[in-house]
């Protein structure tokens, strides 16, 4: 049976949403200054020795999903803050929490190793103008930068937030158990699907359609679709479609959020890559076609390979009021055209919000960008939505 519940508040605001600024921008200068606690940290795909986990059939056993009703929201709903780890690209996360701090209302929980980190994170912050009001620390020890492919993926059981969490898709042991501490740290219940997964290979709209590339087969070899589909709607209420994945030469990840990112109820931009780029073209158009068959309205945003690199604007941040939309300003290459494009795609797919574009020059050739460093933390209760909101209708905050 379809678990999934759609929400309704009618006239009610989220309190937060209304009377945030204008989100500030860090200067150029100010960023350039920022050094990194750890400027090489390990890669978004798998480094040199890592192998993919393998959930044994006895490891599965014994797992039960939520038995209330279930709903994932979508990351364009409201939002209580957002999770990130510092340590790499501190300037890119200063420029986010800037953003974020200053344009919404919402919370940056920021992980860190210790007291010593934190007090490097705080001055740097301070000296960039965030709101530091709005923002709060975690002290763990995670392995790498990656939170939206390790961090927890909330849901609402029964309009209470809870925790799924699935075995990461890496050998980082800190990582896979970021979940279970935040759990337990704010005391909030914790569902285990007995999936191997990257949470970058996924994306849902409010109305309980999810989608992700046949990458999540790879890593539970003995699944079938039909199973895994299963699980998802077991655990998170979602109608989940698994689509072809980029091949590894183009993107090492093969996750869906490196070409997709829904914008609003049956609205999404979907990247656009050249006709020479016969494979990676052929699954883009074909998405295309899937979704505009199902009633979806499809932006479109430049996306290309260059020097082994996959560059993508679909790897953005959306968080109630502010849009982080990447721009490669500082690389090797001008990118000044496609940056202006995107822009204005996520201009017109985002009326009343603010584009706040974020320089994603010295992530993307670890094979990610601003969306795989951060995990939404969702609103759920009470209320769960603003009147409006999720269908993308931000008139209320205005």
């Known amino acids: 049976m379809h678990r999934w519940l759609m929400v309704l508040v009618i006239g009610v605001l989220v309190p937060g949403l209304v009377g945030a600024g204008e989100a500030k921008r860090v200067p150029q200068e100010y960023l350039d200054s920022i050094v990194d606690d750890n400027p090489n940290p390990l890669p978004h795909g798998l480094a040199p020795g890592e192998t993919v986990p393998v959930l044994e059939w006895a490891d599965r056993q014994g797992r039960t999903p939520p038995t209330g009703v279930v709903r994932t929201p979508a990351e364009y709903e409201v939002n209580d803050g957002m999770l990130i780890s510092w340590g790499s690209y501190p300037a ?161 990840t093969q996750h869906i959020d490196m070409w997709m990112l829904p914008t609003a109820d049956h609205e999404v931009i979907i990247g656009e890559y050249p006709a020479s780029d016969t494979e990676v073209r052929t699954i883009t158009e074909d998405a295309v076609t899937l979704l505009e068959g199902r009633g979806y309205t499809v932006h479109r945003t430049p996306g290309w390979s260059s020097g082994g690199t996959h560059y993508t604007y679909t790897n953005s941040v959306v968080l109630n009021e502010v849009v982080l939309t990447c721009q490669f300003q500082n690389a090797s290459s001008s990118y000044a055209d496609e940056d202006a494009a995107a822009v204005a795609t996520f201009t017109a797919a985002f009326p009343g919000r603010q584009i706040v574009p974020v320089d994603c020059s010295g992530i993307i050739g670890n094979y990610g960008a601003v969306h795989c460093i951060v995990m939404h933390v969702p609103a759920v209760d009470p209320p769960m939505f603003a009147d409006g909101f999720e269908t993308g209708d931000t008139s209320a905050w205005e």
């Open 92 to 252: 890119l996360m200063t420029e986010m929490t800037v953003a974020v701090t200053t344009g919404t209302d919402a919370t940056v929980w920021i992980v860190v190793s210790g007291p010593s980190q934190q007090s490097s994170a705080t001055s740097t912050l301070t000296g960039a103008g965030a709101d530091m009001d709005q923002v709060e620390f975690i002290t763990y020890s995670t392995d790498s930068p990656w939170m939206r492919d390790y961090g927890p993926r909330f849901i609402s059981e029964d309009g209470e937030r809870a925790i799924v969490d699935h075995t990461y898709n890496r050998s980082r042991p800190n990582d896979n158990l970021f979940p279970d501490h935040v759990s337990s740290l704010w005391s909030e219940p914790q569902y285990d699907i007995p999936l191997v997964h990257g949470g970058g290979n996924f994306h849902l709209f409010s109305n309980g359609e999810a989608f992700m590339t046949d990458l999540i087969l790879d890593e539970n070899p003995g699944l079938s679709e039909q199973d895994v589909e299963d699980l998802y709607m077991d655990y998170e209420g979602v109608d989940l479609t698994i689509m072809p994945g980029f091949p590894t030469w183009y993107d090492w």
